[in-house]
């Protein structure tokens, strides 16, 4: 199934999932992180998010994107190139940015790093096919 590259804007992470072996999917779990940890460092992240622009960052408007997802040159420059290697459009950069910053506030830094930039991207792989 072919989805429109506008349709395609709108959605913020593309993750393909394989299907597990039934082997695995019987074997002893406890490896993964616990539900609880993972719901409390989400709403630490949402609060965090509100305090600093009383906001999630996937509701941030445009216009607030710079004073709350500010970039160094080294972000800029690497952002810009993926955007014009990916053909991302205005949304689609925008997106990338606020998944960016999600990212970033998961991990509890103050700042955006090259590092969020590449997953945020990673997360947009669908965009260099189009």
């Known amino acids: 199934m072919r989805i429109s590259g506008p349709l395609l804007d709108r959605i913020d992470l593309h993750v393909p999932v394989q299907r597990l072996p039934a082997g695995d999917l019987l074997q002893a779990q ?17 609060a965090q998010q509100e305090r600093r622009q009383g906001c999630a960052n996937a509701q941030l408007e445009p216009r607030m994107l710079a004073a709350n997802c500010p970039l160094g040159s080294s972000q800029r420059k690497r952002l810009e190139s993926a955007a014009t290697r990916m053909r991302l459009s205005g949304r689609g950069l925008h997106r990338t940015l606020r998944v960016a910053r999600t990212i970033a506030d998961l991990e509890a830094a103050g700042s955006i790093e090259n590092r969020h930039i590449a997953e945020a991207l990673a ?5 260099v096919s189009r």
């Open 30 to 46: 406890g490896t993964g992180e616990a539900s609880r940890a993972v719901r409390d460092r989400v709403l630490s992240c949402r």
């Open 123 to 127: 997360y947009r792989g669908h965009d």
